[in-house]
């Protein structure tokens, strides 16, 4: 299994990022699948999850309202639509689901927010 995260970048505060994802090596339509995110000196936290079908989503109270997740399991990926950026935002994003025990998380994308 493979996860491949792009579309990080420096933004400046309420501005705009849409990060993808892209897996190889099993069926994503079978999976639910998460985004995560490590900011400097904290542990990894869970940003937002999506059911398999794509027709139900839940989201940390930091990031409501703020960002949407969506996939498209014909193409594979997953993306993070992410609005009104706030510096607490940086961090590395990883998108990840368990598959069994040789899943590996991928590299993530990193999104700094700062003026």
């Known amino acids: 299994e493979q996860f491949v995260e792009s579309g990080g970048g420096l933004v400046q505060p309420g501005g705009s990022l849409t990060l993808s994802c892209k897996v190889s090596?099993?069926?994503?339509?079978?999976?639910?699948m998460y985004w995560y995110r490590r900011a400097p000196g904290k542990e990894r936290e869970w940003v937002a999850g999506?059911?398999?079908?794509?027709?139900?989503?839940d989201y940390a109270d930091s990031v409501k309202g703020r960002f949407t997740v969506s996939r498209d399991n014909a193409k594979n990926m997953v993306y993070l639509q992410m609005n009104d950026l706030k510096p607490e935002d940086t961090a590395v994003y990883y998108c990840?689901?368990?598959?069994?025990?040789?899943?590996?998380w991928g590299q993530g994308t990193q999104v700094t927010v700062s003026s």
């Open positions: 990840f689901t368990y598959i069994d025990s040789g899943t590996k």
């Open positions: 090596g099993f069926a994503l339509s079978g999976y639910a």
């Open positions: 999506i059911i398999s079908t794509g027709t139900s989503a």
